[in-house]
């Protein structure tokens, strides 16, 4: 079963940036051809699409209020995907996740919090 493992997030004050990574494991060639998206999860409400790219990574869309601010990619030979987030708000506040879609895998990764406060 594959296994998703998020890190980079943190605690950064509004304005700041972060670069969250998504490591996949046990995919063998199933990421290279899964279209993978980040989600977020805030604090009482589900869990929503925030950005997605397909398998070539020359194919991607962002929820409207992360538009010029974050950055999807990918690097299939590495089995990880990527989302550097800049200019961060406190509504931008949740805990991010990564997963294929529009069908997940099955399951899903610890989370990575990401949390902007001053």
């Known amino acids: 079963q594959v296994q998703l493992v998020e890190s980079g997030g943190g605690l950064v004050q509004p304005g700041g940036s972060l670069r969250l990574s998504c490591a996949a494991s046990?995919?063998?060639?199933?990421?290279?051809?899964?279209?993978m998206g980040w989600y977020r999860q805030a604090p009482g409400t589900e869990r929503e699409l925030v950005a997605s790219?397909?398998?070539?990574?020359?194919?991607?869309i962002y929820l409207d209020s992360m538009k010029g601010r974050f950055t999807v990619s990918r690097d299939n030979a590495k089995n990880t995907v990527y989302l550097q987030m800049n200019s961060l708000k406190p509504e931008d506040t949740g805990v991010y996740y990564c997963?294929?879609?529009?069908?997940?895998?099955?399951?899903w990764g610890q989370g990575t919090q990401v949390t902007v406060s001053s």
């Open positions: 790219i397909n398998s070539g990574g020359d194919y991607i």
């Open positions: 046990n995919s063998g060639s199933v990421f290279r051809i899964a279209a």
């Open positions: 997963n294929r879609r529009p069908v997940n895998f099955g399951s």
